[in-house]
Nanobody
C-alpha cells in the first residue's frame, strides 16, 4: 500500500522560512504527480503547488508564487516544499497528495494523501 508522510511544519515568525517534506513508502511506482494542499481553520482546502513525475513541470497558486518552491528527489521518494517569506495567512495544515499521470489543482483528482503537518506563522 502506498503511503505518504509529511514533516517539517512548525511555528515560524513572519518573513521566516520552512521546508516541508513528503516521503512516500510502499508501492512507490504507483504515483506520478505530487501536489501540496493546505487548509486553514474555517476555510476550504487550497491547492498550492504541484510537480510532475520528472520534476520538469511545476505549478503554483498565485498566493504562493515566487515565495514557495516545490521539488522532488525520486531516488528518495521525497517531495519538498520550500516556503520563504512566510506570512500569517500561510498558517494552515499542509498536506501532500499524489496521483497517476498529470498534475491537477483539484483535490478530488488525488488518490493518496498524507496526514498533514501544521504550519503556524506568528510573531
Amino acid at each position: 500500500q502506498l503511503q505518504f508522510v509529511e514533516s517539517g511544519g512548525g511555528l515560524v515568525q513572519p518573513g521566516g522560512s520552512l521546508r516541508l517534506s513528503c516521503v512516500a513508502s510502499g508501492f512507490t511506482v504507483d504515483y506520478d504527480a505530487v501536489a501540496w494542499f493546505r487548509q486553514a481553520p474555517g476555510k476550504e482546502r487550497e491547492a498550492i503547488s504541484c510537480i510532475s513525475s520528472s520534476g520538469e513541470v511545476t505549478n503554483y497558486a498565485d498566493s504562493v508564487k515566487d515565495r514557495f518552491t516545490i521539488s522532488r528527489d525520486n531516488a528518495k521518494n521525497t517531495v519538498y516544499l520550500q516556503m520563504n517569506s512566510l506570512k500569517p495567512d500561510d498558517t494552515a495544515v499542509y498536506y501532500c497528495a499524489a496521483r497517476s499521470y498529470l498534475c491537477y489543482f483539484r483535490d478530488y483528482e488525488y488518490d493518496y494523501w498524507g496526514q498533514g503537518t501544521q504550519v503556524t506563522v506568528s510573531s
